[in-house]
């Protein structure tokens, strides 16, 4: 049987695998991984805006891995609209890079629970095998933590390379053209990254587990040794 202060590591690992699976979730149910302002470039040019006026052509876009909104302001007051990724849009983006984004987070869901279910198994029991020992911990956390680090380097690759803000932005936009002003990582992109953090910690956890820590005599057991020794 674990120690109990190997039981208690465990038994924090295993709540933490559950919080980065949690946190995950939530990240791919939620459109709020990026936000940003876009600029009517047709709208202003018509008028010729000067910077005073420019405020009446900038509108709002946020959107996550399967759908967003966006706010159009081209002169005439905003007109919010609602899209999804899925199944149109993401022909016009980078399709195979976003799909392996949420395939990568797929994965990392998988070893999560994977994580979380082995940590309880070794705060319970010491295993026999070593992939549902320590060093199995140590596999499972480093994939899942890889593989979120992965999504997360995938999905800014989109955006600063692949411009996936501008893409949204100007879909099926015929008449109107828009550029983008600023654009923001928001709550649930750094989710994802508390997500791999957590994986991180977990790693630390198992390693400090497996470390041997010498047990502190008490001066009684100290005289009951000594005492023995000397009648035999």
């Not at 302002?37 to 202003?44: D, E, H, M, Q």
């Not at 070593?130 to 140590?138: E, F, K, Y």
């Amino acid at each position: 049987m674990p120690g109990c202060f190997k039981k208690t590591l465990l038994a924090l690992a295993s709540l933490i695998s559950f919080a980065s699976f949690i946190l995950i979730v939530v990240a791919m149910g939620t459109p709020k991984w990026m936000t940003g302002k876009i600029l009517c470039k047709t709208g202003a040019d018509l008028v010729n805006a000067t910077d005073p006026e420019l405020i009446k052509f900038i509108g709002e876009i946020y959107y996550g891995l399967f759908r967003g909104g966006k706010i159009r302001q081209c002169g005439l007051g905003g007109r919010r609209s609602k899209f999804t990724i899925f199944p149109h849009m993401v022909k016009k983006l980078n399709t195979g890079l976003h799909v392996m984004i949420i395939m990568f987070l797929c994965v990392a869901i998988f070893f999560s629970l994977v994580s979380f279910g082995f940590c309880i198994l070794n705060a319970i029991k010491v295993p026999y095998r070593a992939i549902t020992g320590p060093a199995g911990l140590c596999l499972w956390n480093f994939l899942a933590g890889g593989f979120i680090v992965l999504s997360v380097t995938s999905f800014m690759a989109a955006v600063k390379l692949h411009h996936l803000t501008e893409r949204i932005a100007n879909f099926r936009e015929n008449v109107f053209q828009f550029i983008i002003l600023e654009e923001e990582f928001e709550d649930c992109f750094w989710l994802c990254v508390a997500g791999a953090t957590a994986h991180a910690v977990i790693l630390l956890l198992v390693a400090i587990s497996g470390i041997n820590f010498p047990k502190i005599k008490t001066k009684t057991e100290e005289a009951n040794v000594t005492a023995e020794d000397i009648m035999y």
